[in-house]
């Protein structure tokens, strides 16, 4: 299998945005359901790592697709890019999702030690041996490559789901511990909306037509699916709560602790920030491990690593600033030592803030301004949000990318 490479750094994040820029238009709109296995993804950007580390921000890549295209043509590939936020958003006013996700998960895995029925099951599927066309290489290419198509993602969890009848919290599991995007929201709920927890009703069911139509041919596991599935029990999530607000940024000189949720320090300061706000130093830590129980693939820490070391380096120039990777143990006393108070990007719900929470040292949160305007309208379905797409096109600051 050809092995995708993913940009851990700046750099090459842009480089794949520049790339994939004139292909963002009615190329994407057309090619984005076609899977046509590794080597052949030119319609899809293959940005989600860089994205998910935000080692380059929605603003430039929404911002890249409509300079290029226009607002019309770029439409499809701008509307996927929110579906990021919207699932950000959604879970942060609900973020009893997570709680309860991480809860289920830990009884599912006590089930696989006590199962054997299940055990082996499970084992089939995570190993690519079930027999069915599609679902083992894509297990194999997840473990391998560390991604798979977003298409791939929905017959996979449907097929966990609805053929071999798995708990969803195990292959969402299975899913986070080998993505280099891995991504408590985006994960944890489109494992949900596939499974039919998400809207009253609605599951999605991979159809093996769909799977032959959309791969070329590659797969075609007709007569191997079950089809009919009904989605599973539906409980409706708690209403959703208020964004809570965040206490104004300290004046003065600060330290600035970054983390693998944010990392482009270079415009994290907001328009209008006081003009005495110095950042003097600056720490960085990531747990990528903290993902699950079972930790994550050595591929997928190497990547967080690498990309914070990335952050990290741009800061220290950025700022002109000492920058330091440090372990999570180790930033309570650098907090101490230099006695300023700390800043930090503001983690969504996830291991990262759980983390950040756990360092019992006072912090300042900073939300970004695309964060602020999405999260708060994930009150419903994704329709609604995206209605309000135009608004925020003319009203969030969309500058281009630059090095
Ligand atoms: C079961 C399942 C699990 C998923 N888990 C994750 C995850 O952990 N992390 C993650 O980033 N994405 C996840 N996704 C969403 C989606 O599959 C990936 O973001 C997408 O495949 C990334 O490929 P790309 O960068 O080429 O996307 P493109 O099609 O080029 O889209 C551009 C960007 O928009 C965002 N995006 C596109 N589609 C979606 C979507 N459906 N939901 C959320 N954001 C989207 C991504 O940031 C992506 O990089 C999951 C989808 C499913 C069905």
Redesign the pocket.
């Known amino acids: 299998m050809t092995i995708e490479d993913f940009p851990a750094d700046r750099a090459a994040a842009l480089h794949r945005l520049q790339a994939?820029g004139p292909r963002m238009g009615h190329h994407?709109a057309r090619g984005?359901n076609t899977d046509l296995g590794p080597g052949h993804?030119a319609d899809?950007?293959?940005?989600?790592p860089a994205?998910?580390h935000r080692l380059v921000t929605e603003a430039e890549?929404v911002a890249t697709a409509l300079r290029l295209h226009g607002a019309e043509a770029a439409g499809k590939?701008i509307e996927?890019?929110f579906?990021?936020s919207y699932?950000k958003g959604f879970l942060q006013l609900r973020p009893a999702l997570w709680d309860d996700y991480q809860a289920e998960l830990a009884q599912d895995l006590a089930r696989l030690e006590a199962e054997p029925e299940l055990r082996a099951g499970y084992d089939r599927a995570v190993h690519g041996a079930t027999g069915i066309a599609g679902f083992d290489a894509w297990a194999a290419e997840l473990r391998e490559a560390h991604w798979?198509?977003?298409h791939a993602?929905?017959w996979?969890?449907s097929i966990w789901i609805f053929t071999l009848r798995l708990p969803w919290t195990l292959g969402?599991d299975f899913?986070?511990r080998h993505?280099l995007?891995?991504?408590a929201a985006?994960?944890t709920l489109?494992?949900r909306?596939?499974a039919g927890l998400h809207t009253a009703g609605k599951a999605y069911v991979a159809r093996a037509e769909n799977i032959a139509r959309c791969t070329g041919g590659r797969f075609d596991p007709a007569g191997q699916l079950e089809e009919d599935a009904a989605p599973l029990p539906f409980l409706p999530p708690s209403a959703p709560r208020p964004l809570p607000g965040l206490g104004p940024l300290p004046e003065g000189p600060v330290a600035l602790l970054l983390h693998e949720d944010d990392l482009h320090p270079e415009s994290l300061l907001p328009d209008g920030v006081p003009d005495g706000v110095k950042v003097r130093a600056i720490a960085g830590f990531a747990v990528p491990q903290a993902r699950s129980p079972l930790g994550c693939a050595p591929g997928v820490a190497r990547h967080a690593w690498q990309a914070l070391a990335d952050g990290l380096a741009r800061a220290g120039r950025h700022f002109d600033a000492p920058a330091t990777g440090l372990a999570p143990e180790a930033v309570a006393g650098w907090a101490v030592g230099h006695g300023l108070p700390v800043v930090t990007p503001e983690a969504p719900v996830g291991w990262t803030a759980a983390a950040l929470e756990g360092l019992g040292i006072p912090l300042h949160p900073i939300r970004r301004d695309w964060d602020a305007a999405c999260w708060p309208e994930a009150t419903r379905g994704y329709f609604a949000f995206r209605q309000r797409i135009p608004d925020w096109l003319a009203s969030l600051r969309l500058s281009p990318a630059s090095a």
């Open positions: 994939f994407y984005r993804r899809v950007s293959r940005l989600s994205l998910r890549v590939f996927e890019v579906w990021r699932w798979l198509h977003n993602r929905m996979f969890a969402a899913f986070l993505l995007d891995g991504d985006s994960n489109s494992w909306w596939v």
